[in-house]
Antibody, heavy 122, light 107 residues
Framework: EVQLMESGGGLVQPGGSLRLSCAASGFTFSDHFMDWVRQAPGKGLEWVGRIRDKGSGYTTEYAASVKGRFTISRDNSKNLLFLQMNSLKTEDTAVYYC?????????????WGQGTLVTVSS | DIQLTQSPSFLSASVGDRVTITCRAS??????LAWYQQKPGKAPEVLIYAASTLQSGVPSRFSGSGSGTEFTLTISSLQPEDFATYYCQQLNSYPITFGQGTRLEIK
C-alpha cells in the first residue's frame, strides 16, 4: 500500500526557515517523480515544485512564487522527500502536501499525503 | 504560465442529478489534464487523468472529455459522497497549474 506522510510543519516567523519531510512507503521511491502542493486556508491548490526520478537526474522545477527560496531534495536510501523553505513570508502559510507524480502520457498526482500545516506569523 | 478557468465556481445540485464542470486552458495543453476531488480537511484524490482516463477505483459515474483548451468533468448521477470541491490540473508544461476549483453543494 502506497503511503506518504508529511512532517515538520509548525509556526515560524517571517524571514525564517523550515524543512518539511515526506516519508514514502509501499513503492519504489527512487523510480518516481515527487511533487509538493500547498493550499492556503480556505483557498485552492497551488503547485509548489517537483523533483524528478533517478532516470531524469533528480532535477527540479519550481513555481515562480517559491523559486530561489524553496529547495526540493530527496534521500532515496531512506525514502524521504524534503522541502527546505527559506525567507518565509506570511503568504506561504498553507497546508503542504507531498504527492507521488506520474509523468508522460499518464501524468497525474496519484497518491497524496495528509498534509502538514505551516503558519508564518510574527 | 497556463491559466485554467473552471466554471462554474459554485454549483448547487441534488442527489441523482447529472452535473458538468468545465475547465478552459489559456493555451493548448493536448490531453495533459487531470481532475481531482477534495473533501473538507482531506487531501485531494485523482479522479481522471489524460483528460478522459478513469483512475483505478473511481466510480464509473465520473467521466472526463476534451482536448486542447476545453475540458469537462461529468458526474452522471450525483451521490451524497460526491459533494466536494473539484479541481482541474494541467501537466502539459511548467509551471503545473490548477484551476480555481468548483464547489459542489447539496441543493
Amino acid at each position: 500500500e502506497v503511503q506518504l506522510m508529511e512532517s515538520g510543519g509548525g509556526l515560524v516567523q517571517p524571514g525564517g526557515s523550515l524543512r518539511l519531510s515526506c516519508a514514502a512507503s509501499g513503492f519504489t521511491f527512487s523510480d518516481h517523480f515527487m511533487d509538493w502542493v500547498r493550499q492556503a486556508p480556505g483557498k485552492g491548490l497551488e503547485w509548489v515544485g517537483r523533483i524528478r526520478d533517478k532516470g531524469s537526474g533528480y532535477t527540479t522545477e519550481y513555481a515562480a512564487s517559491v523559486k530561489g527560496r524553496f529547495t526540493i531534495s530527496r534521500d532515496n536510501s531512506k525514502n524521504l522527500l524534503f522541502l527546505q523553505m527559506n525567507s518565509l513570508k506570511t503568504e506561504d502559510t498553507a497546508v503542504y502536501y507531498c504527492a507521488r507524480s506520474r509523468h508522460g502520457s499518464e501524468s497525474r498526482l496519484d497518491y497524496w499525503g495528509q498534509g502538514t500545516l505551516v503558519t508564518v506569523s510574527s | 504560465d497556463i491559466q485554467l478557468t473552471q466554471s462554474p465556481s459554485f454549483l448547487s445540485a441534488s442527489v441523482g442529478d447529472r452535473v458538468t464542470i468545465t475547465c478552459r486552458a489559456s493555451q493548448g495543453i493536448r490531453s495533459y489534464l487531470a481532475w481531482y476531488q477534495q473533501k473538507p480537511g482531506k487531501a485531494p484524490e485523482v479522479l481522471i487523468y489524460a483528460a478522459s482516463t478513469l483512475q483505478s477505483g473511481v466510480p464509473s459515474r465520473f467521466s472526463g472529455s476534451g482536448s486542447g483548451t476545453e475540458f469537462t468533468l461529468t458526474i452522471s448521477s450525483l451521490q451524497p459522497e460526491d459533494f466536494a470541491t473539484y479541481y482541474c490540473q494541467q501537466l502539459n508544461s511548467y509551471p503545473i497549474t490548477f484551476g480555481q476549483g468548483t464547489r459542489l453543494e447539496i441543493k
